[in-house]
């Protein structure tokens, strides 16, 4: 097995079709970099969760952004744009662009600091891996039935970072794939937020509530009450 099916095992057996799968396996094999693997998901740590820093973190933020993209896809599935795509399709569509997005995130590697060696890989990096797929998205296009299925994934892949996008990528039906590609966008930008502070705030909100609870005596007459609705 190689190092995707091993570590991306269980995101790999949510995808229904074959001939998905294994083009994704296909991506991780022949232009996946070893840094991937091991580089945390932000050189700064300025917006991404604590979970997707150190060790691994771009391995586990590309996990946590399939959750979320399977969890915008119960709200979105139905959306006009996408609603004509058959929706187990559309599903195995998602998991494998998530699968795909980050794994040229720092472009040829990081320098000693630990930033990336290429200026603006940020805003460029999606339209490149794009770009170098097309090759392999051709053997998807023989044995798929249903061409869109390569266009959505790579104009996914192309546009994830949204605004923040700072090359062009054209393709004739570009029209057509917003939907698909700002789903992915989103599934992206909701794993990169930063939500360890306003968690915490909130954890200690609920602790300071149960604390209030706990200490507080009961209101005059309640147990009266209750012992005379029981008799």
């Not at 995101?11 to 070893?34: A, G, M, R, T, Y």
């Not at 840094?35 to 604590?50: E, I, L, M």
């Not at 599903?91 to 320098?111: C, F, M, Q, S, W």
């Amino acid at each position: 097995m190689t190092k995707a099916e091993t570590i991306f095992a269980y995101e790999l057996s949510l995808i229904h079709d074959s001939n998905i799968k294994q083009f994704v396996i296909d991506c991780f094999d022949k232009l996946c970099p070893d840094y991937f693997w091991t580089v945390p998901c932000s050189t700064t740590g300025k917006y991404h969760p604590q979970v997707s820093l150190g060790v691994g973190g771009l391995v586990r933020h590309t996990k946590l952004a399939i959750w979320w993209g399977i969890e915008l896809l119960h709200a979105l599935s139905t959306s006009p744009e996408l609603k004509d795509i058959p929706p187990v399709q559309l599903y195995d569509e998602v998991i494998a662009t998530l699968l795909l997005h980050d794994i040229i995130k720092n472009g040829k590697g990081l320098n000693a600091k630990g930033y990336p060696l290429d200026r603006d890989v940020t805003g460029t990096h999606g339209v490149t891996l794009a770009k170098k797929i097309v090759p392999l998205a051709m053997t998807l296009v023989v044995k798929s039935t249903d061409i869109g299925t390569t266009d959505r994934i790579l104009a996914g892949i192309a546009l994830h970072m949204g605004i923040w996008t700072t090359v062009s990528y054209t393709t004739v039906c570009i029209t057509k794939l917003k939907a698909f590609a700002q789903l992915i966008h989103l599934a992206d930008y909701c794993a990169s937020r930063k939500v360890d502070d306003i968690y915490s705030k909130l954890q200690g909100e609920q602790n300071g509530t149960t604390k209030i609870q706990k200490e507080t005596p009961p209101c005059p007459g309640i147990r009266k009450t209750e012992s005379q609705a029981t008799t």
